[in-house]
């Protein structure tokens, strides 16, 4: 039954935090004696220091989005649920949750800059100008895949019921909440449990409100197509990654923390109540063998679950945003390590929404995000809350996870834009931010129905990739500081080799049909764009690691 699965899974995670999690700190050091950067330099925009709780949700919700929905679905229709599973448990024990945590105590340690001027500090020049550009596409990639996939959730239709308006409706009604809950909290500096108290039921109501709004209302908003909101959304991500911290990302934030909250109790319902038997095979023999579906489990099993287990986007959360607003050093543990265990968790509840469906179920043939309201709204329905408010309940959720990502990833694509470009002051923000954005809308102005179909697997692999190379970058650090670095070495290479396999397997098909290209006939885009940006990425990734043996060689040379 579910209930065992997500038992033991939830055990183990908690074990892992307790004693992997305790290990990390003193291997760490943690003190709090040290002044943190958000403390030290406070400029009320960028660094601002927050109590843990209230940084834990909102690093929580940033870092969580999609990612540990979308992709352990996928796997897990793919390949089975054990397979999936295996890999979310050990996979955020061993390799996520130190690669999270390294990265924001590294960014803490070198005045809370992002791991992109950590490899600046502690690698050669080109090094730095390489992991820039990596990085900056990667978050791209990011834009790209989350933008669509919300676009497509304000479009959802199940049971032959529009429910995509009504999430839209409440969407931007609960964006405009959680600004007014931020200028409460900064400017008339209302207390955050008051405004938690507050809130919370506002943000629930809005939950019921937005598909009851005035037919009217609804109606304008199902007339708005998925194209159409692809652009809103990068117009909320240009707004949203340029005003203070305070105003928006951090009480939004804070509140899609316990959206995600309430939708892990919900999983924890139905696991525990609900009586649902395991009814998708643990491993799917026919996903397998088919072309259309899981391919090889070694390495796409690893690049498909992606944030679930290990995600190099959140390793510039930590160190892009979060790293300004720890607090003390000791917080890193639970946010930085705690938070990826926690999205581990929702991994695991959003795949056994997945085990609770027959192989042949018409629920499967649906987008990922439906199959997850799915699971939750059945889950809502064993404490009788109606399938029409429960399933709009979860698309809710689902959509203000990728907000955050959404407008942290514009916000960290713009910082690194405007350094790698020397561009300062309100206009350099305003340009980066409009360079960041430019390439989104263009692929999903050019690509069919479901652009983040085609974005998926180069996301995915761009976004592991990265996870390898941070720890790279950590590595190194560690290394020249004189510490043990085996605890992010051997994650490293498992990362690099899984990863730089993938960009091979994605690049092969567009090598193939490069005679084609040359003749002018034209070729699928998925194929074109993933092989062009998985030659980009591979070189990349290359020219870093031989950078990175060049710095580490000159090192002993030099002692």
């Not at 510490?483 to 397997?505: D, E, G, Q």
Request: hydrophobic share 55%.
């Amino acid at each position: 039954m579910i209930v065992y699965v997500v038992g033991i899974s939830g055990a183990a995670l908690l074990l892992g935090y307790l004693l992997y999690g305790k290990f990390l700190a003193r291997f760490f050091k943690l003190d709090n004696n040290i002044v943190t950067p958000a403390c030290q330099i406070n400029d009320g925009i960028d660094f601002v220091p927050a109590k843990a709780n209230l940084l834990l949700g909102q690093h929580f919700s940033a870092i969580a989005a999609a990612g540990p929905i979308v992709g352990p679905i996928l796997a897990g229709i793919w390949f089975g649920w054990l397979p999936a599973l295996l890999w979310i448990i050990f996979g955020s024990i061993f390799i996520g949750g130190i690669h999270d945590f390294s990265s924001l105590v590294a960014s803490v340690r070198h005045k809370a800059v992002s791991i992109v001027e950590v490899v600046k500090g502690n690698m050669s020049r080109t090094s730095h100008i390489l992991f820039m550009i990596f990085v900056w596409l990667c978050l791209v990639y990011v834009v790209i895949a989350f933008t669509d996939i919300t676009a497509q959730t304000f479009k959802a239709v199940a049971v032959g019921e529009a429910y995509g308006p009504g999430v839209a409706a409440s969407s931007i009604l609960y964006i405009a909440a959680a600004m007014i809950m931020g200028i409460l909290l900064y400017k008339f500096k209302l207390g955050v449990g008051i405004a938690t108290a507050v809130f919370l039921p506002v943000v629930l109501f809005i939950v019921w409100l937005g598909p009851h709004l005035p037919q009217s209302i609804l109606s304008a908003l199902s007339g708005i197509s998925a194209k159409q909101w692809d652009i809103i959304l990068l117009i909320y991500c240009f707004i949203a990654s340029i005003i203070p911290m305070w105003l928006l990302l951090q009480p939004r934030g804070y509140l899609g923390g316990w959206l995600l909250y309430l939708t892990i109790a919900v999983g924890l319902i139905g696991a525990v109540f609900g009586g649902f038997d395991i009814r998708y095979p643990a491993i799917n023999t026919v996903g397998f063998a088919s072309i259309l579906n899981g391919k090889l489990i070694f390495p796409i099993l690893f690049i498909t679950v992606a944030c679930g287990a290990c995600s190099g986007f959140h390793s510039i959360v930590s160190s892009g945003t979060t790293s300004k607003q720890l607090a003390k050093e000791s917080d890193a543990r639970p946010v930085g390590y705690g938070a990826m265990l926690l999205e581990a968790f929702v991994a695991v509840l959003a795949l056994a929404t997945v085990m609770i469906l027959a192989p042949g179920s018409e629920i499967l043939k649906n987008d990922p995000n439906m199959i997850y309201a799915n699971g939750l709204a059945r889950y809502l329905g064993l404490v009788g809350i109606d399938f029409r408010v429960a399933f709009p309940f979860a698309l809710l959720a689902f959509s203000t996870f990728v907000y955050d990502t959404l407008d942290v990833c514009t916000r960290l694509g713009r910082y690194i834009f405007q350094e790698l470009f020397g561009l300062k002051g309100r206009s350099g923000g305003m340009i980066s931010t409009a360079a960041t954005l430019l390439f989104p809308l263009i692929f999903l102005m050019l690509t069919e129905e479901k652009g983040y179909l085609v974005a998926w697997p180069i996301f995915g692999t761009s976004n592991q990739l990265l996870a390898g190379l941070t720890l790279l970058a950590v590595s190194v650090w560690l290394t020249k500081t004189g510490r043990n670095a085996i605890y992010t070495i051997i994650p490293m290479i498992f990362m690099l080799v899984m990863t730089i396999w993938s960009l091979i397997l994605l690049i092969i098909p567009f090598v193939e049909k490069i005679p084609l290209i040359l003749k002018g006939v034209a070729v699928k885009p998925d194929i074109f764009i993933s092989g062009i940006f998985g030659i980009i990425l591979l070189i990349l990734s290359f020219a870093l690691i031989i950078e990175t043996l060049n710095t580490l060689i000159l090192k002993r040379s030099r002692s």
